[in-house]
């Protein structure tokens, strides 16, 4: 089914309209299979949230804008799964806090680097890090191709945005002594309980909203941002979204045994 073809009354439409773009990506060369098994997984968290931008993913969205304002060599990292849901707001939020595009991939070949690469084009990228051999730099500890990086973009960076990313990679990189900002939906994947910056939310609501909070801190002192990404605090927000979901299982189990 393609995006268009779903139907706008269908209770589903949202979620539906999103695995559309993914299957779309699928077949066009830029989202692998493990990429879809993802998105499964992150659905199901998304489920259980309540499909919504919480209290608490505002505020990380707000830490991670800071946070990259801040940054001298901020680099946003594309896979296949974000390049097929939000391309054009990747490429806006780099032109904001003038971040460099990297594709960086669990699985690398067959194209789909190059794939990824004019989707981003056509998104309006001038320039994008981390294609075939450019990605001639490698981070320690960790076997899949995703330890190559792009000497010019993630191996210098010290602010990285990697959302819906894996955990050994992410481990590597908090080593490396970089600030870590993702967006998974799993508040207890390792990726979430590792990173920096961690916004419990759907990629496709993240975005539009950290591009709007990045152009309204675009004007704010250094000293401001430096003030708003101290305030925020990773745990404590994790385990806010662990309650939320939690909550909501105890509601909805009363509920039913209520009836
Ligand atoms: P980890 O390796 O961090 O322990 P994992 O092995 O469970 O996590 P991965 O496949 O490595 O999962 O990473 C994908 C992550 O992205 C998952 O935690 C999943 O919940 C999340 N995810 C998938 N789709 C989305 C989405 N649209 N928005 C936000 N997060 C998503
Ligand atoms: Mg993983």
Redesign the pocket.
Known sequence: MDEEEVSLDHPRATSLR?RAKLAHGFKIGITSA??L??????????YLIGEETTKNSTRAIRAAAASLLLARHPVLSVNG??AA?VPQELVKLAEISEAKLEVNL?HRGGGREEAIAVVLRESGAKEILGIGSAASATIPEICSDRRRVDPKGILIADTVFV????????EALVKLGKTVIT????P???????STIT????????MPLLIKTAKQLETETEQNLQKIVKAFNNEQNLCESIERINNRLKRLAKLSRDT
């Not at 959302?163 to 992410?170: K, M, N, Q």
């Not at 207890?188 to 590792?194: C, D, K, P, V, Y």
């Open positions: 999103i493990f990429g098994f993802a998105h499964g997984r992150g659905e199901a968290f998304d799964n974000v849901l669990y959302p819906l990313e894996d955990g050994d990679r992410t967006v998974d939906l799993n207890l994947s390792r990726t979430a309980q590792m916004i419990v939310d759907n990629i496709v609501r993240v």
